[in-house]
């Protein structure tokens, strides 16, 4: 079992940056693959970011790539999303989640085992 705990989200004008992290606990962190999704009201969840078990590979979303930096310290438990260039758009509540299949990196939300509770992000235009 994981369990996870996103912090860093608020409230940032347009343009403006934040880092998100995820401090995982339970289950060997290294043994899994990492994810960022978002959702935003009226919407569905969609993802983000991704980045595999040992940080070497990872992969984003069209509508982030280029602004958004997934990584993760694998000694701190730690899975981080550094957002640079926030656009209003990018409101939304962002969780964090874990795959423990090592063979991937998911962008589909079915494919992940466990969640954070979220983080608010509230860019103001």
């Known amino acids: 079992q994981v369990q996870l705990v996103e912090s860093g989200g608020g409230l940032v004008q347009a343009g403006g940056s934040l880092r998100l992290s995820c401090a995982a606990s339970g289950r060997t962190f290294s043994s899994y693959a990492m994810g960022w999704f978002r959702q935003a009201p009226g919407k569905e969840r969609e993802f983000v970011a991704a980045i595999s078990w040992s940080g070497g590979s990872t992969y984003y979303a069209d509508s982030v790539k280029g602004r958004f930096t997934i990584s993760r310290d694998n000694a701190k438990n730690t899975v981080y999303l550094q957002m640079n260039s926030l656009k209003a758009e990018d409101t939304a509540v962002y969780y964090c989640?874990?795959?423990?299949?090592?063979?991937?990196?998911?962008?589909?939300?079915?494919?992940?085992?466990?969640w954070g509770q979220g983080t608010q992000v509230t860019v103001s235009s």
């Open positions: 989640a874990a795959d423990f299949d090592r063979s991937r990196i998911g962008v589909r939300d079915i494919l992940y085992d466990y």
